[in-house]
């Protein structure tokens, strides 16, 4: 079937993923060196555990930053990968209904749509399990790369395991078609060969890391901010941007950084959060002529309502809506 041109304002790059969102009962937090972060949460061995409270509602980087662009109102694709079952089903008219283009979505039988189970109730941590599932599976001999040339802008989410072959090649079509691309990398594809990184990085116009992520791809200790930026700018000659969680966000055009703290926020849950950011901070440099500053303004505010709420996309806000505006500090590199 031929497939109708359209030109897009952005197209989304990685996981389509049903979130289930559960709250039990009864649970046991206890801190332990044998627990990777320190802590663990703890159930009865054999046990029933009863549940409080569950709920479900879509996921995965590249639908929640679809779903911000098409709410800034851009005219937003998702190319992505889910399962041919129920939840894929769900997935799919959920997108539609909030006017994404759904027609680059494959469809396999061999997996199920990607899931995860999110334990509620944690304060402010999480404990996440992810089922990868049909995800992973969009490979880049079948991404219809003559239809999505029609855009102005890709965006590439975090592409966790095999999906993480793509990310080479989705960066060099868009070099090739002049297409600006802005990435947020996650631990996959920061651990590609330093060679193939480095190619991969001097072809993209925004990077969006952690400070994790951005202490890994650097091999910088995490709190040595400016020698991180150092090298972040050496790397990317477009705009590099470190999130920081609860201390806000620091960015760099190579001539200037920008600083800003968080909003204060009553935290219902993190779960795209740093997708929220990222979009947000990608539609007002697209939409005020690569303003930086604004762009940190609606990237904060667009991560702060999404952790005002549960699920990944209910926060998120409107072209339309009002939206409180933080101090963005700017100093000469």
Same mark, same amino acid.
């Given at each position: ?32 060196? #044998? ?29 929640? +930053? ?15 990968? !889910? ?11 959920? %997108?539609? @209904? ?19 189970? !999110? ?6 941590? @999480?404990?996440?399990? !992810?089922? #990868?599932?049909?995800?992973?599976? %969009?490979? &880049? ?9 029609? +855009? @102005? ?53 925004? %990077?969006?890391? =952690? ?20 090298? %972040? ?30 909003? #204060? ?16 901070? !990608? ?7 690569? =303003?930086?500053? &604004? ?17 990944? #996309? ?12 933080? &101090?963005?500090?700017? +100093?000469?590199?």
């Amino acid at each position: 079937m031929k497939v109708h041109k359209i030109m897009y304002d952005i197209i989304t790059f990685g996981a389509a993923i049903q979130d289930i969102y559960i709250k039990p009962e009864k649970f046991k937090i206890l801190g332990s060196s #044998k627990f990777a972060t320190g802590k663990g949460v703890c159930f009865g061995l054999g046990s029933k555990i009863d549940v409080e409270d569950m709920q479900f509602s879509s996921g995965g980087g590249g639908t929640n +930053t679809a779903a911000s662009f098409a709410k800034q109102g851009f005219l937003t694709a998702f190319c992505g990968a !889910v399962g041919l079952d129920i939840s894929g089903t769900s997935l799919i008219d959920e %997108l539609s @209904r909030l006017n994404i283009d759904i027609r680059f979505i494959k469809r396999f039988a061999e997996k199920a749509t990607s899931h995860s189970v !999110v334990l509620s109730g944690l304060k402010e941590d @999480r404990t996440i399990f !992810v089922y #990868k599932g049909a995800s992973e599976l %969009l490979d &880049k001999d079948i991404i219809p790369w003559q239809d999505i040339r029609e +855009t @102005r802008w890709f965006y590439v989410a975090p592409l966790a395991g095999n999906l993480c072959n793509n990310f080479e090649a989705i960066v060099n079509f868009a070099k090739e078609n002049n297409i600006k691309i802005a990435v947020n990398p996650g631990h996959s594809q920061l651990s590609l060969p330093k060679k193939t990184l480095k190619d991969i990085f001097a072809k993209i116009d925004i %990077l969006i890391l =952690n400070q994790e992520e951005a202490s890994f791809l650097t091999k910088t200790p995490y709190k040595k901010e400016s020698l991180i930026f150092k090298k %972040l700018d050496k790397l990317c000659p477009g705009v590099a941007i470190m999130t920081k969680g609860k201390e806000g966000v620091v960015v760099s055009d190579g001539k200037f950084m920008y600083l800003a703290k968080a909003l #204060k926020t009553e935290v219902a849950d993190t779960v795209g959060a740093g997708d929220a950011f990222a979009s947000g901070f !990608v539609s007002a440099f697209i939409k005020e002529n690569q =303003n930086i500053e &604004k762009a940190i303004q609606l990237g904060i505010a667009n991560s702060s309502s999404c952790l005002s709420q549960t699920g990944a #996309k209910n926060g998120l806000l409107t072209s339309l809506q009002e939206f409180e505006k933080v &101090k963005v500090e700017k +100093t000469k590199i």
